[in-house]
C-alpha cells in the first residue's frame, strides 16, 4: 500500500535477522496463506493500484499458493491439503503446469500415500533437504489455545 505511493529503493546488505524456533508464526502455513492472499486481493482492488498491472493478480496470488502448496507436502506430508494448494495455484496462473514442484506435487499427491512419502523421501535425499520432523506438523495457534 504505501509502496503505490512511494518511491523505494533496495539496499545491499541485510537490514534484519530471522530467528529460527518451534512457535515461529512463519511456521503456521494455513494462516500465512490466508493472510498473504488476503492482502493480495485488497492490494489489487485498490483504486489507486496500476491497472496495467491488475493483470498480474492471478500471477500473484498463484505465486503466493504455489509455495505453500509445495511446502504442505513436503514437510507436512498433508498431500490432501497441498494438492488444494497448487490446484489453486493452477487455477489463477495456467502457467505453473509448467513448474516442475507444482507437476511433482500434483503427481504425488495423487498416488497412494506410502508412495507419495517414498518419493518424497527420494526427492528430498536427491535435493540434499533435511528430512522432516517426525510425527505431526506444528498445530496452529488458533487450534493451541482451544486445548
Known amino acids: 500500500k504505501i509502496a503505490l505511493s512511494y518511491l523505494f529503493h533496495p539496499l545491499p546488505e541485510p537490514v534484519v535477522v530471522m530467528r529460527d ?5 512463519g511456521k503456521e502455513i494455513e494462516a500465512n496463506l490466508k493472510r498473504d492472499v488476503l492482502m493480495l486481493e485488497h492490494l489489487f482492488s485498490r483504486p ?6 491488475r493483470h498480474l493478480r492471478g500471477v500473484a496470488i498463484g505465486g503466493t499458493y504455489r509455495p505453500n502448496g509445495w511446502q504442505t507436502m513436503r514437510r507436512g506430508r498433508d498431500y490432501r491439503q497441498g494438492r488444494a494448494w497448487l490446484s489453486r495455484a493452477v487455477g489463477q496462473n495456467r502457467r505453473l503446469l509448467m513448474n516442475p514442484r507444482v507437476l511433482a506435487g500434483l503427481a504425488i499427491s495423487s498416488l ?25 506438523p506444528e498445530t496452529p495457534v ?6
Open 112 to 136: 497412494p500415500r506410502v508412495i507419495g512419502d517414498f518419493c518424497m523421501d527420494l526427492l528430498d535425499r536427491a535435493m540434499g533437504v533435511p528430512p522432516p520432523p517426525i510425527g505431526r
Open 21 to 25: 524456533h518451534p512457535g515461529n508464526m
Open 142 to 147: 488458533e487450534a493451541r489455545s482451544h486445548h
Open 48 to 53: 489507486e493500484f496500476p491497472i496495467t498491472l
